[in-house]
């Protein structure tokens, strides 16, 4: 029985078939690896955007309490200037 089908499979049309299956099934996992990696690197690119946002977020918070009055009276003084 097997060795029908080994003869089968080694003519010239049947050879002719696999190689395009396995073409075809070659370019297709090439190109759905393509999709996950473009997903990958669209994941990246978003984490890397959050990532800054945040940080600028903390560098305004940082800037903003390096500004801030450093006691009551510093305070009372910079209201009456209204540098608030």
């Given at each position: 029985?097997?060795?029908?089908?080994?003869?089968?499979?080694?003519?010239?049309?049947?050879?002719?078939?696999?190689?395009?299956?396995?073409?075809?099934?070659?370019?297709?996992?090439?190109?759905?690896?393509?999709?996950?990696?473009?997903?990958?690197?669209?994941?990246?690119?978003?984490?890397?955007?959050?990532?800054?946002?945040?940080d600028?977020?903390?560098?305004?918070?940082?800037?903003?309490?390096?500004?801030?009055?450093?006691?009551?009276?510093?305070?009372?003084?910079?209201?009456?200037?209204?540098?608030?």
């Amino acid at each position: 029985m097997t060795g029908g089908l080994i003869r089968i499979l080694a003519s010239g049309p049947a050879r002719w078939a696999l190689g395009l299956i396995l073409a075809t099934a070659t370019i297709l996992l090439f190109l759905l690896n393509l999709r996950r990696a473009g997903e990958h690197a669209g994941r990246l690119a978003e984490r890397c955007e959050t990532r800054e946002r945040t940080d600028a977020i903390q560098r305004q918070m940082l800037e903003a309490a390096a500004r801030r009055p450093h006691d009551r009276d510093a305070l009372v003084e910079r209201l009456r200037e209204g540098r608030f």
